[in-house]
């Protein structure tokens, strides 16, 4: 969805580093999620906004951070990235004003941790 | 852990069967919803079914939802070789927000 942008697209980074994963959005949603995803295990939350100032964490924060910049921007960093968070993470947004339960994903970023 | 839990893991059928992904889930839900994802993508909504609702019918899809026994399914009619992808069931389960559970996902695969 081209409304949903996410870059890098691919990241490879060495275990230690910190790393930002970069998500804006066009749609003028007023939410914004961070999910990863491994093989066999679906997506899982790591944290999620529903607005500039609110920010909540989700099932799997641990070693995670995000900044919610504005409305359309939402980043999430590793401060120092290890192996096991090698995975594909998505960012998506939903709209409260129109009941706010369809999410919109964005098309990945696929991160290596060597 | 994981709320929602799909069945089978992976389905292979031809074109033009039908395939029907079943979805298991915990605790209560204010609506659920089922997401497609084709090979290293991003999800696509393709439909959602609140608590109260029974069935829902979207195109070649039909949701079914059972709060009793805490199960949906998902049948997709005359499946295409583009059907060929992850089905995913999501469920809200916050009543302040919209965070969504999502299960592991089955994969269909449909051969021509």
């Known amino acids: 969805d081209a409304d949903v942008t996410q870059t890098p697209r691919n990241r490879i980074t060495k275990t230690g580093k910190r790393i930002m994963l970069e998500c804006s959005q066009t749609?003028?949603?007023?939410?914004m999620y961070w999910y990863r995803q491994d093989p066999g295990l679906g997506l899982r939350l790591i944290y999620y906004?529903?607005?500039?100032?609110?920010?909540n964490k989700g099932e799997i924060s641990d070693g995670y951070s995000v900044s919610r910049q504005a409305q359309a921007k939402f980043s999430l960093s590793l401060e120092s990235a290890i192996p096991n968070q090698t995975a594909l993470y998505f960012c998506?947004?939903?709209?409260?004003?129109?009941?706010?339960?369809?999410?919109?994903f964005g098309p990945g970023t696929r991160l290596t941790v060597l | 852990s994981q709320q929602g839990e799909e069945d089978p893991q992976a389905l292979s059928i031809q074109e033009g069967e039908n395939a029907t992904m079943n979805c298991s889930y915990k605790t209560s839900i204010n609506n659920l919803q089922w997401y497609r994802q084709n090979s290293g993508r991003g999800l696509v909504h393709l439909i959602l079914i609140r608590s109260n609702e029974r069935e829902k019918h979207s195109g070649r899809l039909r949701v079914t939802l059972d709060t009793s026994k805490k199960s949906s399914s998902l049948l997709i009619t005359a499946s295409r070789a583009a059907d060929t992808a992850s089905y995913f069931c999501?469920?809200?389960?916050?009543?302040?927000?919209?965070?969504?559970?999502f299960g592991k996902g089955t994969t269909l695969s449909v051969s021509s």
């Open positions: 749609k003028g949603h007023d939410r």
């Open positions: 906004s529903f607005d500039v100032k609110d920010i």
């Open positions: 999501a469920t809200v389960v916050n009543q302040a927000g919209t965070a969504l559970i």
């Open positions: 998506a947004t939903s709209d409260w004003t129109t009941g706010g339960d369809t999410q919109y």
